[in-house]
């Protein structure tokens, strides 16, 4: 588990932190006094929890929860404060969490008792590419590091076609869908054709070699070669259903409509 820690207050910010250790002693826990060291922080996406003063400076706790979110939507948010006014602000952030200082060890342990995310398990596919489809399309390639694309459109084919649940498609096809053309003529072709060319690329580069399979003019994903949180879901795999929240590929349109979505909802689960 990971968990972010931020409080402007030495002494507030070491006993924060010397209180999750107690609490959750195999967790990695990133610590800032000051907002910004946070901004220039890369690796932001993989947060389980971040526990934030709300009054650090110029930059508030809330809105450091709200730049935390775009890179880690799972990540369960709990304020700590010894400023109560703040309370209805911070609640419109739907945090998992609100405690008052002073607080003590047993709070933080409710806290993580009552998580509104269930942390994600360890990865037992280390060697496989890693995807992420419940809330933002995540790509994550060895030691969990985010993915590279040289296009934005690559990826969006990538998502795309792991909607297809290794479904073959044709190059119209993902022309409609994705780049919403319906005029599939000869230079079409070409764009689709190099997209998909430097997705391969930009996975083989990363190590991850016949993820993306062409045949017969026709493409699709080896289900075999990713760890994939949509493949678990419909596997029926606990751990899946339990890190689904009600949204699903939410960067992409077509995704709200695709069979998959509509599949998910057949489950039960609701957008």
Known sequence: M??????????????L?????????EAEIVSFRRPSQFMEYEDKEPFDAAF?????????????????????????IVFVTSYSEYAFAAIQMRPSGYIMKPY????????????????????????????RTFGNFRVFGKDDVPLKFSRTISKEIFAYLIDQCGYPVTSKEIAADVLEVEDFDRPTSKKVSQYVSDLIKDIENAGFHNVIIKQNRQILVNKEAVDCDLYD??????AAFSTYHGEYMIDYSWAEISDSAERIKSLGYKF
């Open 2 to 15: 990971k968990i972010l820690a931020i409080d402007d207050e030495r002494f507030a910010l070491q006993l």
């Open 52 to 76: 934030l003063d709300i009054r650090i400076g110029q930059m508030s706790g809330i809105q450091v929860a709200i730049e935390l979110k775009k890179h880690s939507p799972m990540c369960n």
């Open 104 to 131: 003590t060890e047993e709070d933080i342990r409710n806290e993580f008792n009552n998580f509104r995310y269930s942390p994600q398990p360890e990865d037992k596919n280390s060697d496989k590419l890693k995807i």
């Open 233 to 238: 879901l419909f596997a029926g795999d606990t």
């Open 17 to 25: 932190v010397d209180t999750l250790h107690k609490v959750c002693p």
